[in-house]
């Protein structure tokens, strides 16, 4: 059986936790989610991605 997706309200989470300074990995892990899957919803959302070594 296929999953289907974060909902919105999980990306709204997940962006929150991202604007925090939480790492996609980390947000995965909590979500459930690949951080490829997690990066793509909140690119969709209109977030903006930190460079590699920022917080």
């Known amino acids: 059986m296929r ?3 974060l909902s919105p309200d ?3 989470e997940a962006a ?3 604007v ?3 790492s996609l ?3 995965g892990r909590r979500m ?6 997690v990066r793509l919803r909140l690119l969709e ?3 903006r991605m ?3 070594y920022q917080r």
């Open 3 to 5: 999953r289907t997706g």
């Open 10 to 12: 999980q990306i709204d």
């Open 16 to 18: 929150r936790l991202y």
């Open 20 to 22: 925090l300074g939480w």
């Open 25 to 27: 990995a980390r947000i």
């Open 32 to 37: 459930e989610f690949s951080p490829d899957t």
């Open 45 to 47: 959302r209109g977030v």
């Open 50 to 52: 930190r460079g590699r």
